[in-house]
């Protein structure tokens, strides 16, 4: 941290951010003017070797169930504080803290809980204090895919897939919170039964700083396929079907603005932060990264190209799918909502692609972009690496058709780069469609956006401009951000729009404007694309 810089404007008062990643928790503090100043991480495998986790998990023997060890994230945080201390951050200046949890992952806390997070006792360390208040210690995190069972039953008592997506925003998904609690009751109903509360990773990680057990906000717990998208209350329906004495486990949740408690002494005492720290309501890592990345309009949509490639965005009005895509409560305007699709074959695929079709070089594969024409000549692939989210698809594989529709075995090197390159975007824009995703302008982050052939395709695809930019930690950023607001809202006595918050801060540096002849092209091509998409992939089926 640049400590002179931190520490120029006195009077300021200061914002922490932190985000509990599958790999890492993050620190990002920010000043009243929301410019960062300083950035901190732990890092679970390299940090915190004793825990034994593979990027930052326990893979399981059966192959579908995947773990974390939820005091390993309470290790963090006490080696997170330490390393802020040790390097000078102001912390008797943060005034509110918020925080970002990977989603679907739940913390399992036992009747010991409540009274050691109120006891913290500011000579001994958080690990040691609440090592005993898990009635499991293991969490099921977003990567397991254990619940196919409690899925297919949850779909057959609440009246099928579109059904459940109508009311919870999401059909029922392995990975999804309330899937793993039925799991959980049915398979060791003495675990659930000598289970006080479960919370969220987001919720649970503001629980050990109020020292008591937070509620779910409704952004987060929209990831549950629990909870009523129109009501912000829990579906007794969902809850019925999953296990008993549910909603009292739960909790009534909460606007994602909230004050849930004040920060507990343990952290004034042992770190020195300010008296009248605020915990602002934690959220999952995507709804923070819609408030990172500054995404307040509907039209706003972020592209983000990573392992996974992932489009979100605003929403006035919910248009959930059964077959595919999220809707969740807006994290940032409680009478709103987003909009989610994830695709799982992002970078990987892109990466194979060029390996197989441009000799590793990603300099060639730009090439190849540029010397082939929008619409491919009417070449359409579909590349599957691995099993897909968005569109279903159990069986991974490569399925290529010519213009002509007829099954193809392979393309030209350069066809197959930019095959694979407009199959991703065809089919962001195809889905997104569906859920209420409609963009007037775009932020893109993740590696391949430094790819300029590649963003220009995303352009042209999708027909409207596109800006780039450097955000590190989006998430953690976001939560800082929801710090500064929720701050503001509880100083004022009311709900303050975001965006009087962060004022007009956001929408990228580069800006690359979309081709219209390009776009033509693409616009005739989706109807054939989505025809052609449906008979290409193996439907998931339970």
Known sequence: MDNERARGGAGDRLFLGLDLSTQSLQGILIDE??????????????????????????RHEDGVTV??????????????????????????????????????GSVWLNAAAESALAGLDAERTLGEQLAGIFSRADSPIWMDTSTARQCAAREAALGGPQAVADVTGSRAYERFTGNQIARVAQEQPDVYGATERIALVSSFGASVLAGAVAP???????????????????WTAALDCTASDLARRLGEPVAPHTVVGRLHRYYRQRYGFAGDCAVIAFSGDNPNSLAGLLLRDVGDLAVSLGTSDTVF????????????????????????????????????TREAVRDASAAGSWERFEEHLRATPPGNGGRLGFYYRAPEITPPVRTPGIRRFDAQDAPVESFAPAADVRAVVENQFLTMRVHGTRVGLAPRRIFVT?????????????????????????????AALGAAYRAAHGRQ????????????????RGGGTVTVEPDPAATA??????????????????????
């Not at 495998?45 to 825990?51: E, G, H, I, Q, S």
């Not at 945080?77 to 040790?86: C, H, I, N, S, T």
């Open 33 to 58: 003017s929301l410019t960062v100043l300083g950035d901190c991480s732990i890092h679970f495998d390299t940090d915190l070797p004793a825990f034994g986790t593979t990027g930052g998990v326990h």
């Open 67 to 104: 773990t974390s060890p939820a005091p390993m994230w309470v290790a963090a945080l006490d080696l997170l504080l330490e390393r802020m201390k040790a390097e000078r951050w102001p912390l008797e200046r943060i005034v509110a803290v918020s925080g970002s949890g990977q989603q679907h």
């Open 216 to 234: 779910i906000d409704w952004s987060d717990g929209s990831g549950m396929n629990l909870l009523d998208l129109r009501t912000r209350t829990w």
């Open 313 to 348: 965005g605003s929403l006035t009005e919910p248009r959930p799918s059964g077959e595919e895509g999220h809707i969740f409560v807006n994290p940032v305007d409680p009478t709103a909502y987003m909009a989610m699709i994830v695709r799982q074959n992002g970078s990987l």
């Open 446 to 474: 993740g590696g391949a956006s430094r790819n300029r052939a590649v963003v220009q395709v995303l352009a042209d695809v999708f027909g409207v401009p596109v800006s780039s930019g450097e955000v590190t930690g989006s």
């Open 489 to 504: 809202c509880a100083d004022a006595g009311r709900f303050v729009a975001f965006k009087d918050t962060v004022g007009s």
């Open 521 to 542: 092209a693409y616009n005739r091509l989706l109807d054939r694309f989505a025809a052609l998409e449906a008979r290409a992939v193996f439907r998931a089926s339970r």
